[in-house]
């Protein structure tokens, strides 16, 4: 069975904080996926990784994934409330997506 | 480009009952799959529909149900239902079976 844990589960923080969520598996996945879901409403794609190693960014979030491509990482830098939600990663495996339970980050400001 | 749509939002049933969700794929995708998410967690693979056919399942019972339609819309339907189907009903569609999906607003169930 895979399984994808996220840590932490919720995090609170004060506008202009920094925060590192962690997705972590024993499986290996073909791709990785973050996601940020809102109240009520379906994830949105943030970014998808597929090869070992892998760094993308967008605007303040920077997304890792693992060399052995088992585990991917989110940084967030100087958050702003706007960055309030459900993180979400998603590993890629035989066509479907194994969702870890989500982090809710809360961002005060 | 239209996005997935997924209908009805909001949804109350009853223990026992039937129910039927509805699904539109986003345009140029013919990949349908759908999750169910119960609250505070993240979402849970019910099953993939590839070229009208059931294409993996996750573990769900036989009173969960699919079809896909020539234009690559999507129905769940689930029997019999219980009250820990209350959830929120995710569909997801991508390009053949490139995991990199895209969601609906979702349906939310309510069983009483």
């Known amino acids: 069975t895979q399984l994808l844990e996220q840590s932490p589960q919720f995090l609170s923080i004060q506008e202009g904080e920094n925060l590192t969520v962690y997705c972590n598996s024993s499986?290996?996945?073909?791709?990785l996926q973050w996601y940020r879901q809102e109240p009520g409403e379906g994830p949105v794609l943030l970014v998808t990784v597929v090869t070992g190693g892998e760094v993308k960014k967008l605007k303040r979030l920077t997304f890792q994934f693992g060399d052995a491509r088992k585990d991917s990482s989110l940084h967030i830098t100087a958050a702003q409330p706007g960055d309030t939600g459900l993180y979400l990663c998603a590993g890629g495996y035989g066509g479907k997506l194994i969702f870890g339970q989500g982090t809710t980050l809360q961002v005060k400001p | 480009e239209t996005g997935v749509t997924q209908s009805p939002t909001h949804l109350i049933k009853t223990r026992g009952q039937q129910v039927t969700l509805r699904c539109s794929s986003q345009s140029g995708h013919n990949t349908v799959s759908w999750y169910q998410q119960a609250l505070g967690q993240g979402p849970q693979f019910i099953f993939q529909?590839?070229?009208?056919?059931?294409?993996g399942r996750g573990n769900f019972p036989p009173r969960f149900s699919g079809l896909q339609f020539p234009n690559y819309s999507s129905e769940l339907n689930v029997n019999a239902l219980e009250l820990d189907d209350s959830a929120l009903y995710l569909c997801?569609?991508?390009?053949?079976?490139?995991?990199?999906?895209?969601f609906g607003q979702g349906t939310r169930l309510t069983v009483v």
């Open positions: 499986s290996v996945f073909s791709s």
């Open positions: 997801a569609s991508s390009f053949l079976q490139n995991t990199e999906a895209f």
């Open positions: 529909y590839y070229r009208e056919e059931e294409n």
